[in-house]
């Protein structure tokens, strides 16, 4: 099955959204890579053709990881006073060639604590990249080229995520197994992702024959058409008019309506692409607050 709404985000571009001048500064800084003392391995192996070590760089003052063949997952947990039980795989994104661990990642479980659900971000294995950050940026930079020349790569093309569906399958197992050490209730675990993350929590909801999550999120992914499964859970998306993978299309939504599945979508009038919890001075500041909201309405916050 061609799945448009996975391969659209493979070419998610993740912080690229217009920022103040004072902090609008795309180059890549090199960085040590964080301790990262609470990340849990997974065990799903390496990467194939993959000859570099795992690096980090900063981009727009965001954390950012590529070349990741080991992936882990790094539990979030809320303070048990306000533990509520509901809990939440948070999948950053950035193309399948680095994620946004800041960004789209520990700040969105921050946030999520803060309301009582427990969150847990996955570092998932992606495609090998440049061995240095010069020639990643180089790698980059070809990219945009082509893109606004016309001539990027068909975005709807197929991509195999088997390895990134593994680590959230081996994600979806180990919350699961631990759930009543970290106080979470199963029937109230869903799935959270940032652009191409978005892409891998569709393609998880859509292709996974083991994770059975409750409701799932992908915020500014691909909005191409999908066959919507009979056991799909509610959704919520939110992107912007002026994201590129927005395009005035919606298909997705309109696959989960015809599915009659609930669904709720958040077009914002600006926000770009990348925003994470919020930019200054952007309508899609408000999403996050919309989705605490659509989950308490659904029951899932208790």
Not at 177 to 182: H, L, P, Q, T
Request: charged share 20%; aromatic share 12%; net charge negative.
């Amino acid at each position: 099955m061609k799945d448009t709404i996975l391969a659209m985000s493979c070419f998610c571009l993740a912080g690229f959204a217009p920022l103040p001048a004072a902090a609008q500064d795309g180059t890549m800084y090199p960085m040590e890579a964080p301790a990262e003392p609470e990340a849990i391995p997974l065990g799903t192996g390496g990467v194939d053709g993959q000859h570099a070590q795992e690096s980090w760089f900063r981009q727009w003052g965001d954390p950012m990881a590529r070349n990741i063949i080991t992936a882990t997952l790094t539990p979030f947990l809320p303070d048990p006073a306000i533990a509520n039980g509901a809990a939440v795989i948070v999948a950053p994104g950035g193309g399948f060639r680095w994620l946004s661990m800041g960004n789209e990642g520990w700040e969105v479980a921050e946030a999520l604590n803060e309301r009582g659900i427990a969150a847990f971000v996955l570092k998932y294995r992606l495609y090998p990249t440049a061995t240095t950050l010069e020639g990643f940026e180089q790698e980059m930079n070809r990219s945009f080229e082509a893109a606004s020349d016309g001539d990027a790569p068909d975005p709807r093309a197929d991509r195999d995520l088997s390895d990134q569906l593994a680590d959230a399958e081996a994600a979806y197992r180990l919350i699961v197994s631990r759930a009543a050490e970290w106080n979470i209730d199963t029937d109230r675990l869903g799935m959270m992702g940032f652009s191409a993350g978005a892409g891998l929590t569709m393609h998880a909801t859509l292709h996974s024959d083991t994770m059975d999550l409750h409701f799932i999120a992908p915020i500014y992914g691909g909005m191409g058409a999908v066959e919507v499964p009979e056991d799909a859970p509610p959704m919520f998306v939110a992107i912007a008019a002026d994201d590129f993978l927005y395009g005035g299309k919606a298909d997705l939504i309109t696959s989960w309506y015809e599915a009659g599945k609930p669904v709720e979508f958040h077009l914002y009038q600006n926000g770009g692409h990348g925003f994470g919890l919020g930019n200054p001075d952007r309508t899609s500041n408000r999403w996050f607050d919309a989705f605490l909201y659509w989950l308490e309405v659904n029951g899932f916050t208790g």
